[in-house]
Every structure is written in C-alpha cells, then in structure tokens.
C-alpha cells in the first residue's frame, strides 16, 4: 500500500470515528434538550460518518493498479465517492429543511436546555480541526475524494455556528419569556438544511465534470507544454489534451518529428516525452504519446 493511501485511509477512518461520536452526542442532547437545530445537526454528523466511508472505500478502490477492463486505473472510484458524499447531503439537507419549516410554519416554542450550548461549542472546535486536518492532507497527496470530505466537516462546523446562535437565541427567549425567540431554534434548522443542501450541489458538480472527463484548461496544461519542449527531438507539440482521473492526470500528446529518422528514433523520442513528463510532474499517471513527421 502507497503512502499517500495509507494516510488517507487515516484520516478517513479517524473522521468515521470523530462524527459516529459526535452523532451520538448531539442527537442525544438534542433530544433531550429539545433542540431542533441540535438534531439537525446531529443528522448533518450522521451523514458525514456514511460520507467518509464512501470516501474509505473509493480510496481504497482506487488504489487497485490497472487491469485490463481498466487500462486507466481506477482513480475515478475516488469521484465516484465523493459524489455520493454530495447527493446525501442534498437528501439530507432537503430533510432537515422540510422538518425546520415544519416547526417554523406551526409555531412550535421549545424549552431548549443550556447544555446543548456545550455540545455544540464543541462540536465546532473539533470539527474544525478535522477540516483542517484533511484539507491540508488532501492537497498535499492530491486527493479529491479526501478534500470533498474536509469540506463536509467545514460545513458542519458553519452548521454548527448557525445551531449555536439559534438555540442561544431560544434559551434567552425562554429565560426572557420572548416568544418570538423560541422560533429560532427551528430557523437555526432551516439555514442549515440550506447550506448543507448548498454544499451538496458544490461538491457533485466538481464531482461530475471530472468523472465526464473534462480537460484541463490551458493554464493548467502550459507547464505539461514546457516539460514536452524540453525533450531533444521534438519539432512541434500539434496537441495536448491532460484530464483529470481521479486524483492523478492522464495526458494524450501529439508532436512532431524530423521525418527521416528511423521509427525506433521517433519511438525513442516519445519514450523520453513521457518519462519526463511523469518524471518532472508527480500528478501525471500515464501519458499517451503519438509521433507525426514534422513538415
């Protein structure tokens, strides 16, 4: 097992653990202190654990070395993880959101009790940390799947924020006696039914252009252009194309040789191309080199 898998399969089992817990926590708290925003934010953690093993196992998967049904590899398990990371939040999302109307629309006061306060306080302190613990993590080995479920921790640390000011608001109307008050608990729910459902379109839309495999743009693919024009022998560079797949680059080039050299020196010089492509750009997995005669 690479390093690079290793570590995230660390941190994604780490998450699984931190958010079972933090579930737990908060839907117990939220029942008992009878906190709308508490439970939806308990949902928002419950989904994270079944996200983060979505990630686990397209990590896992992707990590599998090319076969011959797949002669790319399998780096789009990582993409095809990290999208069902984004419809559960929109179902999710859309859930939580139906419920907090729900409470909004009939009126519905609560007694919301001063300890999920605590929870939810910490809850946003170690979420927080998990972001910034797989956000970093998934930049530095390149994983989208890694960096999709560091934003899912983000949104529940905001969605934690949110919950805070609403329940803060709503113990203060029970104390105050204000009954207006009461109602942004509920509220509290809905804004974080939005924003998760928000996050959910963000990150499957990502999702979704690298698994349809659009190609890099062309200030992305000048550096993989410098590299080709370093090689001895190549007269012209006709096309580029560099997709992502998965957490690596595929790249298909065609240049242009002196037209008579032999076909083992033309074959030698796109040998040479696609070492120093690999070699000089550790996201590259594979290239895919044609040689034209140069006119």
């Known amino acids: 097992m690479s390093n690079r898998f290793k570590q ?4 994604s089992i780490i998450g699984i653990v931190a958010n079972l817990l933090l579930a737990i926590l908060k839907g117990v708290t939220g029942v008992v202190a ?27 998967a992707a990590q599998k070395p090319p076969d011959s049904e797949h002669p790319y590899g399998h780096g789009k398990a990582e993409n095809i993880a990290t999208l069902i990371v984004a419809i559960l939040l929109v179902v999710v999302g859309f859930e939580i959101l139906m419920d907090s109307a729900t409470a909004v629309w009939s009126r519905e006061s609560s007694n919301t009790s001063i300890i999920a306060l605590y929870v939810i306080i910490f809850s946003i302190i170690l979420k927080e940390i998990l972001f910034q613990y797989k956000n970093r993590l998934g930049k530095k080995i390149n994983s989208p799947a890694l960096i999709a479920d560091s934003w899912h921790h983000r949104s529940d640390a905001i969605s934690s924020v949110i919950a805070l000011v609403g329940i803060g608001l709503s113990i203060l109307g029970n104390r105050l006696d204000i009954a207006y008050l009461f109602l942004f608990d509920p509220i509290a729910g809905a804004l974080i039914a939005l924003l998760v459902m ?3 379109v963000k990150i499957g839309k990502d999702a979704i252009n690298v698994s349809l495999e659009t190609v890099l743009d062309e200030g992305r693919t000048k550096k993989f252009e410098h ?4 090689v001895d022998g190549v007269k012209r560079i006709d096309t580029l194309n560099a997709r992502t797949h998965g957490s690596y680059v595929i790249i298909d080039v065609k240049i242009s040789v002196q037209p008579y050299i032999t076909v083992d020196e033309g074959h030698a010089i796109a040998a040479r191309v696609k070492e120093q492509l690999i070699n000089d750009h550790s996201e590259v997995q594979d290239v895919y080199v044609h040689v034209n005669p140069y006119h």
Not at 39 to 58: K, P, R
Not at 227 to 230: D, G
């Open 198 to 200: 928000w996050m959910g």
């Open 227 to 230: 590299t080709t024009w370093k």
């Open 34 to 60: 009878n906190s709308k925003a508490l439970i939806a934010d308990a949902f928002h953690s419950a989904s994270d654990v079944v996200s983060s093993v979505a990630v686990l196992v397209g990590i896992r």
């Open 8 to 11: 995230a399969q660390i941190a």
